[in-house]
């Protein structure tokens, strides 16, 4: 089984941890970590397991092909984000795809219907017609996770609290 160290670093950056907070964790000094993400070096089977049990994965995980990455991601407050939380974002980002894609094989989910003419159009402006091409007249809104997933939106959430991301969206694909 061959592994990946873009797989290890997607996984370390999805629950947001350090290199030594990994290998602390692991039992393996920072260094060595920083071999196996950095320069490729594998890991022995154990250390392997060890990495995989602490960052919640199986471990295969590292065997899989290159992680995708999201296109032209949105942040809610990135100008008071760290890079380490826009890196975990990014992560967990890369890891909803996959999943995502997964259900998408399995199972028939609603075609996206929002509107592409908004883009870039005045907040309240796109509101108020989205609105009405959703029929949702003037009162509040009900549940808007919801709502939004019966458009054909996927709505995931993070397994990382951070204070400095409220929220993000991307496209892949039509999705």
Known sequence: MSFNPARLTLARNSVGWTKTRLADEVGITPRRLADYENRGDTPPADTRQLLAKALRVDDDF??????????????????????????????????????????SKRFDLEPVSLPSDLAGADPTLAADVLRQRWALGLQPAPNLVHLVELMGV?????????????????WDGDQ
Do not use: Q
């Open 62 to 103: 590292f065997s899989c092909p290159e992680p995708p990455v999201p296109e032209n991601p949105s942040f809610r407050s990135l100008r008071s984000m760290s890079a380490g939380v826009r890196d975990m974002a990014l992560a967990s980002a890369s890891m909803t795809i996959e999943v995502s894609n997964w259900i």
């Open 154 to 170: 996927r709505v995931f959430a993070l397994a990382v609290r951070a204070r400095s991301l409220d929220a993000f969206s991307f």
